[in-house]
């Protein structure tokens, strides 16, 4: 692989010799208060829109024609610069300083709960043109997959459909997700379920990722990191676009995206409808996903107004039962372990030999899950004087579907119901279809009120908060049985429902004590109270009854060492309610799963430059390392198990942490050619942990006490891209994630591990701009590009089985070997 790297490195080097000769214009936006660059700032020559500034604020625009031209830099929040240019030979170089501007957008809300170079915290801003370079339809985790501590899977092996993200080992239901400061994770389970909002990376404009605790969220605490994603985007000028991508495994996605610009000085439409389609690598795992997004605003000199409705249609074949090992091994007599323990049928054992590692344990034609998700959002921004502004939103989520599942043989008891008598026969099973529902409204506000002094750039300081309430209606109906005698249409079998509100203050502020050291502090207090009264569908009562006050405060510093180089350390403390799975998944009545509570040490070095001369008339290097100690008390950590709907099972842990090193780094030179490397090296371990087995006897052995390592954390996680133009408009990529061996539960056993794994994938993006039209982009993407068999997730389940021994059985998801996306791409 190092070879390979290197080739195409010095292949790529030695295209892009004759390109440098051209003059382009380059520069750096930045904050004229703080120096800070600003990152996904507009640059537009001659209205026609260039690549948006990257994480240091800096903008290359390629060779510009002789003559005069109009260049223009916008930023929400802050007052546009235009400049004249000349087209030359030579390079030109500017810096724009961007003052707030006097008319007020929807930022305010969303800058709220960002994390800067003032916060003391590990951050990764990420623009709307970083995410449309990977985004061929595959779902948001995928296009996150270069940046630091990440990893991504999909249950139907290439990137569409259910996907999950761990961050520093931790997966989505310990990452904090917000729409526009808008609280995304459900309320219940604590996931983000993205599949819902198929292609909603088409309407992001910006997006950050804070690693560890971060700053302070509406919604759930962060255990891992937060994803703070905004869509409020206020574009001046009149587009249409439409983007269009087929691929491997029959994957079709086709959007259009519009908008009106700015209608007589004060109004904007925006909108977009989209439809993703796919087979799915694993056999019968088809998605069927739909889409829309509109925004309507307003605009005044002290006042933005805007509402947006986005939503998502799934329908996804049920795919997250995975692959048991033997589909991926080849053992036979493995294989034949899991007939003789019933976890196989032998049918089921001559699918696995005839399908392999794209088995499908389900055979049924409707085995699906079907969801539809509504957002509606309205936002407020408001100037307050000459240094105050406030923003506020209002929001209402609606949630309704259920998924589709046959079963065979099972008991009428099972289900709460009668045995069926026919004449002298009483028969106690049958076949049946059920479904079981959510039914959902999740509704709230939020605002924060934002000091930013025009003449003191020294102190900022945010007061915020939000209140939301979640009802939800968990229920399954009968749709068909064999013997169905006692049934009525739709017989429901179960119903329980559940109420969660979830409330929370904060005040958040950055000082600059001296011209090299600034402070930060955040305080959060937290309330939620929670309830659920009902069966579940196992006929236990999951009644529950559960409420929480946490206090969570975080401090910071940061220390300028010369220009462009900063140091900084931060303290903070999160804390977190179990989620739903973890009362009801329990025996009746045990509600002893406890609150996690994570006392977070971050530390770290900061080199930003623009300006630099080392492999071109100009260099762009950004450096980072980051150090960080994750100290749990009472974590919930997955057992490796996952109950019947996917979701893994988890048990609280007295002690734990996480620690390691994340460096980043990338160099970039004229705009020709990048290349950006993160490595995360970290150790994760539970202290005194007791792995359980049982005898021949049946009875329950627990283990000596000892440290082990925390499921689903690898050691090692990298990701490096190589990017570069031998020809003007042509971008090609090459794309290496490398991931280290994880195990499937905490007993870090070796018998129950994924075993690490490297993807390489490549990238090309052919653009032209022909007169009749802004736009026109080629684009393909190589995924596994050295066609690797790995699977990049897994769960696991042990008992003593018919030999009076313990048996364990291993089930993984395989990912996609070599496949492909290609897109063609139209601006108006």
Do not use: C
Not at 10 to 20: K, Q, R, V
């Amino acid at each position: 692989m190092k070879t390979v790297l290197i080739a195409g490195a010095a292949l790529l080097g030695t295209a892009f010799a004759p390109a440098w000769a051209q003059g382009p214009v380059s520069g750096t936006v930045t904050d004229a208060r703080t120096g800070d660059g600003l990152p996904g700032a507009t640059v537009l020559l001659d209205g026609v829109a260039g690549p948006a500034t990257d994480a240091t604020g800096s903008f290359v625009l390629g060779a510009v024609p002789a003559g005069t031209h109009e260049l223009r830099i916008s930023f929400v929040g802050y007052e546009p610069v235009v400049r004249q240019v000349q087209g030359q030979a030579t390079e030109q170089r500017l810096t724009a300083s961007l003052k707030p501007g006097a008319v007020l957008t929807g930022e305010a809300l969303v800058t709220a709960s960002r994390a800067s170079d003032r916060t003391a915290t590990a951050y990764t801003n990420l623009s709307k043109e970083d995410l449309a370079k990977r985004n061929f339809g595959q779902d948001l985790p995928y296009l996150l997959d270069q940046t630091p501590s990440v990893v991504v899977n999909s249950d139907a092996g290439a990137g569409v459909g259910y996907t999950d993200i761990r961050i520093r080992g931790t997966s989505n239901i310990g990452i904090n997700m917000t729409i526009n400061g808008v609280p995304l994770n459900d309320p219940e389970s604590r996931g983000a379920f993205l599949v819902n909002l198929p292609d909603l990376a088409s309407s992001v404009n910006s997006l950050q990722v804070q690693r560890g605790v971060g700053t302070s969220q509406n919604g759930g605490a962060a255990f891992g990191a937060s994803i703070n994603i905004s869509t409020l985007d206020n574009r001046r000028e009149a587009y249409a676009e439409t983007n269009n991508t087929y691929g491997s495994f029959n994957t079709w996605k086709n959007n259009v995206q519009f908008g009106t610009g700015l209608v007589g000085g004060h109004f904007t439409f925006d909108g977009r409808l989209s439809r993703i389609a796919t087979d799915g690598y694993m056999n019968r795992a088809a998605s069927d996903l739909k889409s829309y997004y509109l925004a309507a605003g307003y605009q005044g000199k002290n006042t933005l107004l805007k509402f947006i409705t986005f939503s998502g249609r799934e329908k996804t074949y049920q795919a997250w039962n995975g692959v048991p090992e033997p589909a991926i091994t080849g053992n036979r007599a493995l294989l034949q372990t899991y007939v003789d323990n019933g976890e196989l049928s032998e049918a089921d054992a001559v699918r696995v030999q005839q399908e392999g590692r794209r088995y499908s344990y389900y055979t049924y034609d409707n085995q699906t899950d079907n969801y539809q998700q509504n957002h509606y959002q309205l936002h407020l921004s408001q100037a307050l004087g000459a240094n105050w502004n406030l923003g506020a939103a209002l929001h209402l989520t609606r949630g309704l579907g259920y998924y589709e599942n046959y079963r065979a043989n099972r008991r009428f008891s099972a289900f709460g119901l009668p045995d069926v008598v026919i004449g002298s026969q009483t028969i106690t099973r049958t076949d049946l279809i059920d479904r079981k529902w959510l039914d959902n409204y999740f509704y709230g506000g939020t605002f924060a009120f934002n000091y930013q002094p025009k003449d003191n750039d020294k102190f900022q300081a945010t007061i915020g908060g939000a209140g939301n309430i979640f009802h939800n209606d968990h229920y399954g109906e009968i749709i068909w049985a064999q013997y169905a005698a006692n049934l009525r249409p739709r017989q429901r079998y179960y119903f329980n429902d559940a109420t969660k509100s979830d409330n929370n203050a904060y005040a958040r502020a950055t000082w600059q004590v001296l011209p090299r050291l600034g402070v930060y502090g955040d305080l959060q207090v937290r309330r939620i109270e929670y309830k659920i009264d009902g069966l579940e569908d196992d006929q236990n009562d999951v009644t529950t009854r559960a409420n929480y006050t946490f206090f969570n405060p975080k401090a910071g510093a940061t220390f300028t060492l010369a220009e462009g180089q900063q140091l900084y350390g931060s303290f903070a403390v999160g804390q977190r309610e179990p989620v739903r799975a973890d009362f009801t998944d329990r025996p009746a009545g045990d509600q002893t799963a406890r609150a996690e509570r994570l006392e977070d040490y971050e530390a770290g070095y900061r080199l930003t430059r623009a300006d630099l001369s080392l492999l071109g008339p100009r260099t762009a290097v950004r450096l980072e390392a980051n150090y960080f100690y994750m100290n749990y008390r009472d974590q919930l950590v997955a057992t490796g198990q996952l109950n019947d709907v996917g979701a893994p099972l988890r048990t609280n842990v007295a002690r734990s942490y996480r620690t390691g090193l994340e460096l980043t780094g990338a160099i970039s030179a004229d705009d020709k050619i990048s290349l950006s490397s993160t490595l995360t090296l970290s150790r994760n371990r539970i202290l005194e942990y007791r792995d359980v087995t049982y005898d021949a006897n049946y009875e329950r052995v627990e283990a000596a006490p000892r440290t082990s390592t925390i499921s689903y954390s690898p050691g090692v996680v990298s990701a490096h891209t190589l990017e570069g133009q031998p020809l003007k408009g042509l971008r090609l990529a090459l794309l290496y994630k490398t991931v280290g061996q994880q195990y499937l539960d905490n007993s870090a056993n070796e018998a129950r591990r994924i075993a690490a794994y490297q993807v390489l994938d490549l990238r090309l993006r052919y653009v032209i701009r022909p007169v009749f039209m802004k736009e026109i982009e080629l684009a393909l993407l190589v995924n596994n590009l050295l066609n690797r068999e790995y699977v990049a997730n897994g769960y696991t389940y042990s008992y003593v089985g018919f030999s009076g021994q313990q048996e364990t059985f291993n089930w993984f998801f395989p990912q996609a070997t070599r496949n492909f996306l290609a897109s063609v791409n139209l601006k108006f």
